[in-house]
């Protein structure tokens, strides 16, 4: 690689970078993707439902679990999971002080 070369690679990249930052502040960027998504589920889906197909309530279905795990997981477990985290960490660290001779190295 010679000099104008990796200028070439730095101004793309840097060129790319900044479309993408662009693009993350833009809504009309938004908007196109949800209507290449919408247009790409309809052409997907539709031969699907018109045919009578069970492939549609499947994925409706697996959507919904893990949806639903995920939020539950996020508003309900994780706390109750750091706050036994916490618990055993203090008590790791209670147990690490009364008993210095197990963890010399």
Do not use: D
Not at 20 to 48: D, G, V
Not at 64 to 84: C, L
């Amino acid at each position: 690689c010679n000099q104008t070369q990796k200028t070439q690679i730095a101004q793309t990249l840097y060129c790319f970078t900044m479309g993408a930052f662009e693009n993350l502040i833009n809504p009309a960027y938004y908007n196109r993707q949800a209507s290449f998504a919408y247009a790409a589920a309809t052409n997907y889906y539709r031969p699907l439902f018109r045919s009578g197909s069970v492939k549609p309530l499947w994925h409706i279905m697996l959507g919904t679990a893990v949806i639903m795990q995920t939020a539950t997981y996020i508003f309900k477990e994780a706390s109750h999971i750091s706050h036994e985290r916490a618990i055993k960490k203090a008590a790791l660290e209670e147990y690490k002080t009364n008993h210095p001779e197990k963890f010399h190295h």
